[in-house]
């Protein structure tokens, strides 16, 4: 049975096509009530049809029954997490090469990857390309998770006085990665060693890129209209903000999201706690440029 003191996960999915003819996201959420352990893996294919889709569904799968299947040892402390979530991504890296040599139709295909477990009050991700983990904190929304694309080195070039806002803005290649799962040398891994501390009423969304035309301000506004909402209700008010810009370029959303809340006992009413005076979660890294790949689907 799950320790009082240990969150009640409260979680849903979404995906949407957008304007695409095909979907080439892949997503899976396993928070269930009362288990010592959640897991959230998401995949943005990139390479066409026959071949984003393909390899999304790769990474999924292999990440997620790589975490699975270690599970116990995960709930018992036995593994170290940042360790079997860096395993279950080469595996999956692995697994797309071989894919390839057997089809060399798909040569060029890959996926991003952000994959999350929950344990208690602890928290612990990788990712790789662009799809962004947020948190959605006391009104705040912060991405947690490294942006490894070139839009995220263009930025650090604005910030240094390198480079022009408009001009970064406008670049062609902003939404190219810079890192992807594709079967070859994975230029850039975010994987915390500490883990991070969720606390009660917290909200994270796990995303793939699709939902990123909406700016962060949009999403916030979103998130604070309602903050309230169950996990199910939190993302389709996304998907309805995303459909709501009718845009023509609209790429496949995909979306995690899962609320952190008190446990309850004996099946009394959940009580928000106040928040307390804290720390702002540190800014990750700004990775350094090491070869573009193409945009993910």
Known sequence: MQPPSDPRLDAAMAVDVGRRAHQEDAVICDCPIGAELGLVVLADGMGGYLCGDVASRIVMTEVYSELKLRGPE????????PAALRRAAEGANACLRAYVEEAPHAIGMGATLVAGILRGRDLHWISVGDSP???????????LNEDHSF??????????????????ARHPERTSLI???????????????????????????????????????????ALRA???????????ALLRAVAALDDPEQDNVSLAVVRIG???????PVRRAAPEARAEPPVAAMPALAGVAGPAG
């Open 151 to 168: 839009g995220s080195v263009m930025r650090a070039m604005v910030e240094e006085g390198r480079m022009d806002a408009e001009a970064a």
């Open 74 to 81: 995960l709930v018992r402390g036995e593994a170290h997490m």
């Open 262 to 268: 008190p446990a309850r006992a004996g099946g009394g």
């Open 179 to 221: 890192s992807v799962l594709s079967g070859g040398p994975v230029a850039h891994v975010d994987c915390p060693r500490a883990a991070f501390r969720v606390e009660d009423g917290d909200v994270l969304v796990f995303a793939s890129d699709g939902l990123l035309h909406l700016d962060e301000a949009e999403i916030c506004r």
């Open 226 to 236: 309602h903050a309230e909402a169950p996990a199910a209700g939190i993302a389709d």
């Open 133 to 143: 983990l947020y948190l959605f904190r006391d009104g705040a929304l912060v991405r």
